[in-house]
């Protein structure tokens, strides 16, 4: 297997759209080829260990076609399998042949070359001889392969084989859909991240996934796999699913032979589950929503257009009355250039003039990016000047706004939006390196922020903390806020099921929250988080760079990496 090397030769043959081969016409083998028989069995080449024990030995073996890949958008070859079992049962009876030789599925073949690990699939490569004779009597039937496998089993006794699933597989990660044709599936339905305290650890989660490749060495191919008609979600799957195990780059993955089918199990809805209330308050990572180019951001004008429209098309789906946003360009001092402005004035010049104002921020800090706020001065009017915090925990300190209805009837509340430390383990020293448990890097400075949020919440009095914390449900951070007096509210309102925000490694989880004070609770009259980018492939965002056309459309979909978040308050 050739990792996605793009080719102009593959690109035309995959802009052709050919079902088969294109190379010379099939030739006849000689007979005399077919009398010279065997000297090893696939599953000897293959061995019951990782990796084979005749490596660097040629060797001709006798096998049946199983799958055909040897396009040059491919693989370059096809895989074999011995028919007949043997009487080791850990050793593979299929192998992969590095060769462009003119076969067919359930051609019997005779293939001699040497044995080579490759990325740890197992292949005859070079190939000096293809003898195709005749048709196998019987097809190849798959072997049945249930996740997770048995104690002692790995994948690796099916290597090259042709196995089937029969169980339900559930895509869990489609993030490189568009540029490899990957798409990780799960036995168990969506995966959660082991530290959103599902009770599930990074081990279970292993043992019931597996990898769905698309046999192909294209990278970002101008027509990903399963994206026709509809593109494939997370929480979309399959059942049945027939393809060859194949190995490299790290992990055992299917090839098939024809692309499976997926149902839509997870559709999409055009807008958030109701909320109730009389005001409605959310938060929304942008992701990087710069107006100055080729920073953080879009790379050229187009692209910054295009983002931009599919953010306000987000928001306006959400229809916050008060939302706080992260990620937003930390350029407020360019006047009607600013991020935040230009956002303001696309998405008023959508729903009315006037709709939306914004709050700027009195201490935003010295990070690209910053938290930012926009309310409906019809819906509801700032009470006090916004506030932070000049606390040095806080790479991009709070923002902080007291808000009232707009008739000035009914309760206030305070928002503070918030964007705490990242995962990323860039300067991590000390405590703040990865201790292994799940948490990434920095956990303890997002712990003090945490605290910090806290106490600067125990002197509001209806205070609704929310924003991008980088931690999970049972992570610590999140934890110390519950300890300090905060109710989480998608805890209250959101099922289970629904309760993530964001896709990472296959692994659902919420990265996003909003929890109010513990009196406060009691007038928030819902929650729902609005799945439209975290179950999105990547090739449906803005860049133009990679992603074809095709896939880009003016809408909420993929308008970010983060799920929107919004509540319901009662404040009359």
């Not at 809805?269 to 909320?275: G, I, S, Y």
């Not at 107006?291 to 959400?318: C, F, H, M, P, Y």
């Not at 006047?335 to 303001?344: E, K, N, P, R, Y």
């Amino acid at each position: 297997m050739r990792r996605k090397a793009a080719a102009l030769a593959a690109a035309a043959v995959a802009a052709a759209g050919l079902a088969g081969y294109s190379g010379t016409a099939r030739a006849e083998t000689p007979a005399a080829a077919c009398e010279t028989p065997a000297d090893h069995r696939i599953a000897q080449v293959q061995g019951s260990g990782d990796a084979s024990p005749l490596a660097g030995r040629t060797v001709r073996v006798e096998g049946v076609v199983t799958g055909d890949f040897r396009r040059a958008d491919q693989l370059k070859g096809f895989f074999v399998q011995d028919p007949a079992p043997d009487a080791d049962p850990a050793s593979s009876k299929g192998l992969f042949v590095f060769s462009t030789q003119d076969v067919k599925p359930g051609d019997r073949v005779l293939v001699t070359g040497k044995v080579t690990e490759y990325s740890g699939l197992t292949e005859l490569s070079p190939v000096s001889a293809v003898d195709v004779c005749g048709t196998a009597t019987e097809p190849v039937r798959p072997v049945d392969v249930k996740l997770p496998l048995p104690a002692g089993v790995t994948m690796e006794r099916y290597e090259g084989m042709l196995v089937r699933f029969k169980q339900r597989l559930t895509a869990t990660e489609v993030y490189n859909l568009g540029r490899y044709g990957e798409v990780s599936l799960s036995s168990a339905g969506r995966l959660f991240n082991p530290t959103e305290g599902r009770g599930r650890s990074q081990a279970w989660n292993d043992a019931h996934r597996v990898l769905l490749d698309d046999g192909s060495n294209v990278q970002n191919p101008a027509v990903p796999p399963y994206t026709r008609p509809k593109v494939l979600r997370v929480g979309d799957s399959t059942t049945n699913l027939t393809a060859i195990m194949s190995q490299g780059f790290g992990t055992y993955r299917l090839e098939p032979p024809t692309l499976p089918t997926f149902a839509r199990t997870n559709p999409r809805h055009a807008r958030p589950a109701p909320v109730g209330g009389d005001v409605r308050v959310a938060g929304f990572n942008t992701e990087n929503w710069f107006t100055t180019l080729n920073e953080r951001g879009a790379t050229s004008a187009e692209e910054r257009d295009r983002q931009l429209t599919k953010l306000v098309a987000a928001i306006k789906g959400v229809d916050p009355d008060v939302a706080g946003l992260m990620e937003v360009e930390n350029n407020d001092a360019a006047g009607a250039d600013s991020a935040i402005q230009t956002l303001v004035d696309k998405l008023n010049g959508e729903v009315g003039a006037g709709t939306y104002a914004w709050i700027r921020h009195p201490n935003p800090g010295t990070d690209q990016i910053h938290v930012v706020a926009i309310y409906k001065p019809a819906k509801v009017r700032p009470v006090g000047a916004p506030r932070s915090t000049d606390a040095p925990v806080f790479e991009r300190p709070p923002l902080v706004q007291t808000f009232a209805r707009a008739d000035g009837k009914g309760t206030t509340f305070t928002l503070i939006a918030n964007h705490f430390k990242s995962k990323g383990c860039t300067g991590a020293t000390g405590a703040d390196k990865d201790q292994g448990d799940g948490q990434g890097c920095f956990n303890p400075r997002r712990v003090a922020q945490a605290k910090a949020i806290t106490e600067l919440a125990a002197r509001e009095k209806n205070p609704v903390v929310l924003g991008d914390l980088n931690a999970y449900t049972a992570e610590d951070p999140v934890k110390a806020l519950v300890a300090g007096g905060l109710v989480g509210q998608t805890e209250r309102f959101v099922k289970p099921a629904q309760r993530y925000s964001y896709v990472f490694d296959g692994q659902s989880g919420e990265l996003d929250h909003i929890l109010a004070g513990k009196a406060f609770s009691k007038r928030v009259t819902g929650a729902a988080i609005w799945h439209i980018n975290a179950d999105e492939p990547l090739a449906e965002g803005y860049p133009t760079k990679y992603n074809p056309p095709f896939l880009y459309h003016p809408d909420a979909y993929r308008s970010s990496d983060h799920d929107p978040v919004v509540i319901g308050l009662k404040l009359r």
